[in-house]
């Protein structure tokens, strides 16, 4: 049996659909018992956060895997300071894509942008980012890309760096804009709760 596409794995998934503090939040549950949660900017439908979770070959569920956004367990802002700390002056990685581009921020790296390089590797099919002083390196893939099982394009790689942050983006393919256009339809017909959370208990 031919392997399903992404598209119809997200259209034949339960979906249950949250509004709440200006974004929809998405809860997909896969037919293999993984899921994925997204939640959506309601002004301007652009994806703030993705994370997702597989079940164990035993049956028990994973840790959720931060795709989009921010790490779990990040600082976050307190009520008495508008300031965000970080813990530490670690270099941090975040995915926070725009419409048009996949685009990763790795705060903490106070380099001039010569000291940068970042490439397409196209055999592992990853991105891999480096400095000319040994001081930082990191390799990743975009997981949307091996979904939809697209190749990677190093004329779509771009970067830049300012205020102690490397900014790398990837222009969308134009399956992908409409693999995500497709999708946003979707979701827009849920009918979605908006009074409070929703309490969801797993077995």
Not at 56 to 82: I, N
Not at 135 to 164: G, M, V
């Amino acid at each position: 049996m031919a392997e399903q596409s992404w598209i119809d794995r997200l259209k034949s998934s339960k979906k249950t659909a949250l509004i709440q503090d200006g974004k929809r939040k998405i809860h997909y549950l896969f037919t293999d018992g993984s899921e994925m949660t997204e939640e959506y900017d309601l002004k301007t439908d652009e994806l703030i956060v993705r994370r997702c979770r597989q079940k164990s070959t035993l049956g028990a569920q994973g840790q959720w895997q931060v795709e989009v956004g921010e790490p779990l367990g990040a600082p976050v802002m307190s009520v008495e300071s508008d300031v965000i700390k970080e813990n530490c002056s670690n270099p941090v990685f975040v995915r926070k894509d725009t419409k048009t581009s996949f685009q990763w921020r790795v705060r903490n790296l106070p380099y001039p942008k010569d000291v940068y390089s970042v490439s397409v590797e196209t055999s592992e099919r990853c991105i891999i980012i480096k400095t000319s002083n040994k001081k930082y390196y990191k390799k990743f893939s975009i997981d949307d890309l091996n979904r939809s099982q697209l190749p990677l394009d190093s004329s779509a790689l771009t970067f830049t760096h300012a205020n102690n942050t490397l900014i790398v983006s990837y222009k969308k393919p134009k399956e992908i804009l409409t693999l995500e256009q497709e999708l946003l339809k979707e979701l827009k017909k849920l009918k979605g709760t908006s009074d409070g959370d929703v309490d969801c208990k797993t077995q």
